[in-house]
């Protein structure tokens, strides 16, 4: 019975931890959030809030307001935009979800510490009835 409860318990254990991992380069990690906590981060004023996408999608789409646009294949030539403080959080999302994992990554390779990335892109926050602002 004592074995049972203690696998029992670290299944538990198990369980719980792993929706709370990010995503990993070497040491260092960035977190994917859900819609609702990637909202309660921007209504914290947590971070600098970074749209990923293209210039196209941006206008034709529609962003969240208070973010700046900077596509994932800029990031690097234009790192001047970014926070000087590596430390600072960086709120990544993109349409989908996938270039803001590229972008996370690369933010780390840059230096951040703290990036965490809506994982279900604009897409998600979109359907989950969150606003977006038009250009």
């Known amino acids: 019975m004592r074995n049972r409860a ?5 299944l538990a254990l198990v369980a ?3 929706p709370l991992a990010g995503c990993t380069s070497g040491d260092t990690a960035w977190v994917r959030l859900d819609v609702d906590d990637f909202a309660d981060d921007i209504d914290a004023e947590v ?7 293209t210039t196209t999608e941006w206008e034709q789409d529609g ?9 994932h294949t800029e990031l690097e030539a234009r790192a001047d935009e970014l926070p000087e ?12 979800g996938n270039r803001s994992q590229q972008a996370a990554q ?4 840059l230096g951040y510490t703290d990036v ?6 604009i897409t998600g926050w ?10």
Do not use: Q
């Open 6 to 10: 203690t696998t029992l318990l670290i």
């Open 16 to 18: 719980l931890t792993v």
């Open 47 to 53: 971070g600098f809030l970074l749209d990923v996408r």
């Open 63 to 71: 962003y969240i307001e208070g973010a700046a646009l900077v596509p």
């Open 85 to 96: 403080d590596k430390d600072a959080p960086l709120l990544v999302y993109c349409r989908s």
């Open 106 to 109: 690369t933010l780390l390779d």
């Open 116 to 121: 965490r990335e809506l994982k279900t892109g």
């Open 126 to 135: 979109v359907d989950s009835g969150r606003p977006v602002v038009h250009p």
